[in-house]
């Protein structure tokens, strides 16, 4: 959660719990219980929100404010609460996140039919990483459908009996299957599906983080109406380390 997100959130609470003196507003809240959930709200806001100390929720835990069988106590002290949460983003003291890059997996079995292969990869891991800290979503999603089609197609060409086998090979107009460098990304998953590279649900996602990929046009961009965001990515994200994982393990 962004500092504009959380302070709306904290101000709204605020206004909630106290009247316009800031004295705790006891008659919005009939019983402890509904205190309580005020309470709990504002701890779910202090931990979505990235760089605030976790002591903010940790002190809470600990403070016998909120053991007070007290409504006006527990009130003000949450508004207390909120108050340092609200002046501590303000003030611009939240840590911002530390942008790690992943390193990427070993991938060399998938990929010993073609020299440099590796590297590119691993390149491109990084790249996605990248782009995603610098909000470039739209770039980090081309790169990760790159990065599953380029895996998939060497897995195919560590077997490619298998694969040419798999009647869920594409077919040109003469009924012959082509060369597998020729093929698809949509091919490479629905053969990987088949013959049990991958798993069937992560078929469906990979075909879903084929779709983003192809916004690599802008034409395909603007008709889908793609509005990539930070969410977007680590689905995408999580979508191409599952089917790595499903690659590695397939190569005996």
Known sequence: MDKNQALILLRGLLGEITTSTDSAALDRYGSLREVDAK?????????????????????MSTDTDFD???????????????????????????????????????????????????????????????CIHVECFTSAVIMMGSILEGLLLARAN???????????????????????????????????????????????????LRESRNVVHPWVEVTTRANFDLATCKTSWGVLEASVDDLLASVR
């Not at 086998?165 to 082509?178: F, L, N, T, Y």
């Not at 698809?184 to 990987?192: H, K, P």
Request: glycine share 6%.
């Open 158 to 208: 560590l077997a490619p009996a298998e694969a040419y086998q798999s009647p869920k090979a594409p077919r040109d107009r003469q009924d012959k299957v082509p060369a597998i460098q020729d093929w698809s990304l949509n091919s490479l998953i629905d053969v990987a599906v088949d013959v049990g590279w991958l798993k069937t649900d992560r078929g469906k996602f990979g075909h879903a």
């Open 68 to 130: 007070v069988q007290s409504r006006r106590v527990r009130l003000e002290a949450l508004a207390g609460y909120i108050r340092s949460a609200i002046k501590f983003i303000e003030s611009g003291s939240i840590a911002k996140p530390q942008k790690v890059i992943l390193s990427p997996p070993d991938v060399s079995k998938l990929t010993v039919t073609l020299p440099n292969l590796k590297d590119a990869i691993e390149r491109r891991w990084r790249e996605a990483q990248k």
């Open 39 to 59: 309470v709990r709200e504002a701890k779910h806001v202090f931990e979505a929100v990235e760089g605030l100390p976790r002591t903010f929720v940790g002190e």
